[in-house]
Structures are given as structure tokens and as C-alpha cells.
């Protein structure tokens, strides 16, 4: 460990995304002195409700909220613009945000149109190939990042030097919009919108390893927000339908700048069935009445794009790799009510793949297009769970689905939320306390 004893949290989502972080965050956001985005950027979309106020979060930390000190880390791609309205339309709904509670690594890269505009290409180059992005340019930033043509927040307060990188992040897109039959880049319109964002973003930049630093010091929880899944990372997830950045809980000390020792307790957010948005493999997916019924009861439409989500049953071999890469210490299993009123439920527990029975999910894209599931059929529940706040006011039915999940997994339970409200958790495990 970081020779601190208070627990820190690393949460993760552990199937394609979607899997209800946004109020297990606040809910765990409520109760921390800081809360650290590490990596992704404005495609993740949380949804957050307190009281009567429904809060749509993309790029902000969910603590920000809450009041919570919110940190935008290293790891994040950060679209100025993006961040801007978003500050804005919370102000609107009577949220604070100042450098007292907010900040920006300024080792952060931004994303800028012209990654906007290569993202759109390129998926709409890409025909029924596409990876179905968010659009937002999230791809393009981190390949600039790695690249290292990427301009970052720290060079906002250094336009008037700008050139040599504009030169060097221009010479790579120009030539990739030749290739689209786009024009160059517009240097002095970029870097006039630059000017003028700059003094907004500039406000919010320090370097948070820093500030970190003397809050961990000063024996504080941080909690870690991870965005998307474990299977839409660019290492393990289902490549190349994947996002651009790593996923797992193992990003949360590189994309903010502490040690690895400071992930603490590392909660996997899983759905009680599987959705997934945007193209790419998918062995549980119901193109059938089930489908769309989970479909509706989860009202499974994305936060950021609208667009419908992809449906199925609950995937444990999935889960089970996404707990062992990520090293979950327990899970919170989200949106359990979807599930009632169904007579039979399914849970993948294995695939076959050529005639073979297989117990993980392979690497090549083929095979992860080809294996089949195999389900272990149970009997339904006809009660409702929803707002169920302790396992006493769950049907003995869904508690036998919850423990089949656990020991599929092999990792235990810690939370169960039935509702998006805050309250209607059961809590298991307490992931803050050791
Ligand atoms: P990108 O992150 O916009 O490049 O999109 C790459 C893939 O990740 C696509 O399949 C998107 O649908 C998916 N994706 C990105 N962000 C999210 C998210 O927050 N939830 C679910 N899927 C996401």
C-alpha cells in the first residue's frame, strides 16, 4: 500500500460501459474527499439522480455534484469546449464549481475539432466496418497523445510559442485529410479558438499529482471514477471495437499521477444482464422479444449518443475475466429490477468455440465473433426488487440468481443497487472500510 490505512476506491465498469457507475459513484462520492477521472474523456455519459434533479455528466467527475473536490487526471483527453458547456449547464442547475473544488491535470491533452472531424471520417469511411464511436474524437486525441503532437492544457498559457507543435501536429493531419479529400487545417482559426478558451480551462490547471499528493497526505479517501468497461479497453476489451484508452483499474494510478499501491478497494460495476452500444462482438446479444424487453425495462438508449443499446443475457465468463484483469475486490451488481417478472433467466456460463468448450474469451476478433454461449437456465421472480434496500426484500428467487452470479464470477458481491436512486442500495460490503 501508499502507507496511508484509509481505503481508497477504484470503480470500474466490468462488462461494455452502461452498467450504472454514475450512482454508484455518487452514492460512494458522497462519503469521499476526492474524486480522480483517469482516463476517457466527454464519450462516457453518467446519469445522476438526487432528490428530483437528474444530473447528466460526461467529462466532470461525479463528485462535482456533491461538492466533492473533483480531479480531472493526466490520463483523461479533454475537450476544452466540451468542458466548458458542461460547467456551464451544471451552474445552470445550481452546482458550484470553482478551483476549490475542481481541477485539471495540466498534463492533460485536449481534443480538438480536428479530431472531431477525423473521428467522423473515418467511421463514416469505415461503412458497415465502422466501430461505432462516440464521435467525440476520443480515438485521434490519444493516438496525437502517443503520437507526441498532442497540445495539452499546461500549453494553453504558452500560445505565443505554439508553432513549432502546431507545425508538427499539422504536418500528421493534413495528410490524413488530403487522404479525405479535406482541407488543411486552419491554423489561425484553431488557434484563435484556442485564445479565447484558454483563460476558462486555464483557471482549473495545476498539476493534481500534486494536489493528490497532500490530500492523501492529509488521510483522505480518493475515489477513482473509471469510465466505460473492462471489455471496451484497448488491451483486453474486444479489439479494435474497443475505446482508446485502458479501462481496467490498473489506469487509475498512471492517469492520475499516484502510485499503484493507491487503487485501494476495487469495486467492478456489473449489470445483472449484458448491453453493449456500437459494433463488435457480443456472444450473449437477444435479437429477439427477450432482447428488446430488457431493452425496455432497462430503458437501454446511451446517455451521450441516444443511440439504442445492444441487448443480452448476463455474460459470466465475461465478467470473470474482467474481475481477474482488473483485480475487482467485489462487485456492485446494478439494475437487478430489469430482470423481474421474467419467467426463465439465462446466465452464459461457458462458450463453444469449433466443437471445444471454452471457460475465458479469446483474443482474436474471429473467435470472439464465433463462440457460441452456453446457458444454465433458472426459474424467474415474479416479485419486484426494484427499491429493494436489504436482502431481506429481495424474492428468494433473485437472491439464488445473485449468488449463482457471485460464485460464476468467483468474486463476491459487495453492492446491490435497485433503483437510480441513492438510497435503494443493499449494501454487503462497505467498500471504503478495509
Ligand atoms: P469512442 O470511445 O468514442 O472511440 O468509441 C469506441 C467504442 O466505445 C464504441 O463502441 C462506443 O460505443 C464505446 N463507448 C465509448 N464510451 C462509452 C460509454 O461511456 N459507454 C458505453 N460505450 C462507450
Not at 469546449?81 to 491535470?105: M, P, R
Not at 421474467?342 to 479469446?362: Q, W
Amino acid at each position: 500500500m501508499d502507507g496511508c490505512h484509509v481505503a481508497n476506491v477504484t470503480v470500474i465498469g466490468a462488462q461494455w460501459g452502461d452498467e450504472g457507475k454514475g450512482k454508484i459513484v455518487d452514492w460512494l462520492a458522497s462519503r469521499a474527499d476526492a474524486v480522480v477521472r483517469f482516463q476517457g474523456g466527454h464519450n462516457a455519459g453518467h446519469t445522476l439522480v438526487v432528490g428530483d434533479t437528474t444530473y447528466k455528466l460526461s467529462l466532470l467527475p461525479s463528485g462535482i455534484v456533491t461538492g466533492t473536490l473533483s480531479i480531472i487526471g493526466n490520463g483523461v483527453v479533454l475537450d476544452p469546449w466540451a468542458l466548458k458547456a458542461e460547467i456551464e449547464k451544471l451552474e445552470g442547475q445550481g452546482v458550484t464549481i470553482s478551483d476549490d473544488n475542481f481541477a485539471i491535470a495540466d498534463n492533460c491533452p485536449l481534443i480538438l475539432p480536428l479530431h472531431r472531424d477525423l473521428d467522423g471520417l473515418r467511421e463514416t469511411a469505415a461503412g458497415s466496418g465502422k466501430i461505432g464511436t462516440t464521435g467525440r474524437g476520443i480515438g485521434p486525441a490519444y493516438e496525437d497523445k502517443v503520437g507526441r503532437r498532442a497540445i495539452r492544457v499546461c500549453d494553453l498559457a504558452h500560445l505565443d510559442a505554439l508553432e513549432p507543435q502546431l507545425d508538427r501536429l499539422c504536418a500528421h493531419h493534413d495528410a490524413l485529410r488530403a487522404g479525405f479529400d479535406q482541407p488543411p487545417v486552419d491554423r489561425e482559426a484553431l488557434l484563435d479558438e484556442l485564445r479565447e478558451i484558454a483563460p476558462f480551462v486555464l483557471q482549473y490547471a495545476q498539476p493534481v499529482w500534486k494536489r493528490l499528493k497532500k490530500v492523501r497526505k492529509a488521510g483522505a479517501r480518493v475515489l477513482f471514477e473509471g469510465a466505460q468497461g473492462v471489455l471496451l479497453d484497448v488491451d483486453h476489451g474486444t479489439y479494435p471495437f474497443v475505446t482508446s484508452s485502458n479501462t481496467v483499474s490498473g489506469a487509475a494510478a498512471a492517469g492520475s499521477g499516484l502510485g499503484p499501491g493507491s487503487t485501494g478497494f476495487v469495486l467492478g460495476i456489473v449489470k445483472a444482464y449484458t448491453t453493449r452500444v456500437g459494433s463488435g462482438p457480443f456472444p450473449t446479444e437477444l435479437n429477439d422479444e427477450v432482447g428488446q424487453r430488457l431493452g425496455e425495462n432497462g430503458h437501454e438508449f446511451g446517455t451521450v449518443t441516444g443511440r439504442k443499446r445492444r441487448c443480452g443475457w448476463f455474460d459470466a465468463v465475461l465478467v470473470r475475466q474482467s474481475c481477474a484483469i482488473s483485480g475487482v475486490t467485489g462487485i456492485a451488481l446494478t439494475k437487478l429490477d430489469v430482470l423481474d417478472g421474467f419467467e426463465k433467466v439465462k446466465i452464459c456460463t461457458g462458450y463453444r468455440l469449433n466443437g471445444k468448450i471454452m471457460d475465458y474469451f479469446p483474443s482474436h476478433a474471429a473467435d470472439q465473433a464465433a463462440v457460441e454461449p452456453i446457458y444454465e437456465e433458472m426459474d424467474g421472480w415474479q416479485e419486484t426488487t426494484a427499491g429493494a434496500r436489504s436482502w431481506a426484500d429481495l424474492p428468494a428467487q433473485a437472491i439464488k440468481y445473485v449468488q449463482r452470479v457471485q460464485e460464476l464470477i468467483e468474486t463476491p458481491v459487495a453492492l446491490i443497487s435497485t433503483s437510480p436512486e441513492r438510497e435503494d442500495t443493499i449494501l454487503v460490503r462497505d467498500p471504503f472500510v478495509d
